[in-house]
C-alpha cells in the first residue's frame, strides 16, 4: 500500500476518515465516562458532527462510485462531507470564542444537557440555545499544547473537510 494517503483509493480515504470519526468520538467517551468531564450542549453538538461525517464516510466506502461515472458520485459525497465538516468547523470555532470571552459576560450555567434541553424548549430552541452559549461551555477543563478541546476539534474537522474535498474531487485514473 501507498504510504501518501492522497494517492490512496477513495474508498480508503473514506474509510480512513470514518476511522479518523471512531478515534475522534472514542477519545470523546473517554473524557467523558474516565476524565470525568461532562461535555456541554456545544460538544455534544460537535460529537453529532462528527458522527455524521464518519456515518456519511462509511456509506460512501461502501458505495465506492468507480469509474467515469462515479466522478460525479465521488465529487458529491466529497461537498457533502466538507460541508459537515464546516459546520462542525463553525460549531467549534463558536465554542473556541466562547471560551476567549470572560466567564462573567456569559449567562450563567443552565446546568440542563443537551437532551433535556431538547425536550423541554424543542428542536430548534434547544439548538439556539446550545449555540448561544454559556459559562460552561467557556469553562476550559483540558488542554493539548496549550490548546483547548474546541480547538483542535476545529483543526480536525477543517481537516477533515479538506480530507473529503481531496478524495472526492481528485482526478483518477480507475
Not at 54 to 75: D, E, I, M, Q, T
Request: charged content about 10%; overall charge positive.
Amino acid at each position: 500500500m501507498n504510504p501518501n494517503p492522497f494517492a490512496w483509493s477513495f474508498r480508503l480515504q473514506m474509510g480512513f476518515g470514518f476511522a479518523v470519526c471512531v478515534a475522534l468520538l472514542g477519545f470523546a467517551l473517554y473524557v467523558e465516562h474516565g476524565m470525568f468531564m461532562l461535555p456541554c450542549p456545544l460538544c455534544m453538538l460537535q460529537r453529532f458532527v462528527f458522527a455524521a461525517i464518519g456515518l456519511l464516510g462509511l456509506v460512501a466506502a461502501l458505495h465506492n462510485p468507480s469509474g467515469r461515472r462515479g466522478r460525479g458520485g465521488r465529487a458529491a459525497y466529497g461537498i457533502a462531507l466538507a460541508a459537515l465538516a464546516a459546520l462542525g468547523a463553525s460549531i467549534a470555532a463558536r465554542h473556541a470564542w466562547l471560551q476567549m470571552q470572560p466567564i462573567s459576560a456569559l449567562p450563567s450555567c443552565s446546568g440542563q444537557g443537551l437532551a433535556y434541553m431538547w425536550e423541554a424548549l424543542g428542536p430548534i430552541d434547544a439548538l439556539a440555545a446550545s449555540l448561544a452559549g454559556s459559562a460552561d461551555c467557556a469553562k476550559i477543563d483540558w488542554t493539548f499544547l496549550g490548546l483547548s478541546m474546541p480547538i483542535w476539534t476545529f483543526v480536525c474537522f477543517v481537516l477533515l473537510g479538506i480530507g473529503a474535498l481531496v478524495a472526492g474531487l481528485r482526478r483518477r485514473v480507475n
